[in-house]
């Protein structure tokens, strides 16, 4: 199981659409609005890393509405 998570800072105004895009994408198992230098954060759950990785370069990134990412995936050790 490979879990990322995906810091996003969306153009103003633009939250609620990429929150509401964020809910169509199969990997994307949660999300929150968040306050500071970040406005979304999404957690993203696939079998492998290869799976979670393609999610997130092809499916988020790209969305409408988003300026930049910072993405964390956690490993098990």
Excluded: Y
Excluded at 1 to 24: C, H, W, Y
Aim: charged residues 30%; contains cysteine.
């Amino acid at each position: 199981m490979a879990i990322g998570f995906v810091l996003i800072t969306t153009k103003p105004g633009e939250e609620e659409k990429v929150r509401t895009a964020l809910d169509s994408i199969e990997h994307v198992t949660d999300r929150w609005m968040l306050f500071g230098e970040f406005d979304i954060i999404a957690r993203v759950q696939a079998d492998d890393e290869f799976v979670l990785t393609r999610c997130i370069v092809e499916e988020i990134r790209p969305l409408p509405g988003i300026k930049d990412t910072k993405t964390m995936i956690g490993a098990e050790l």
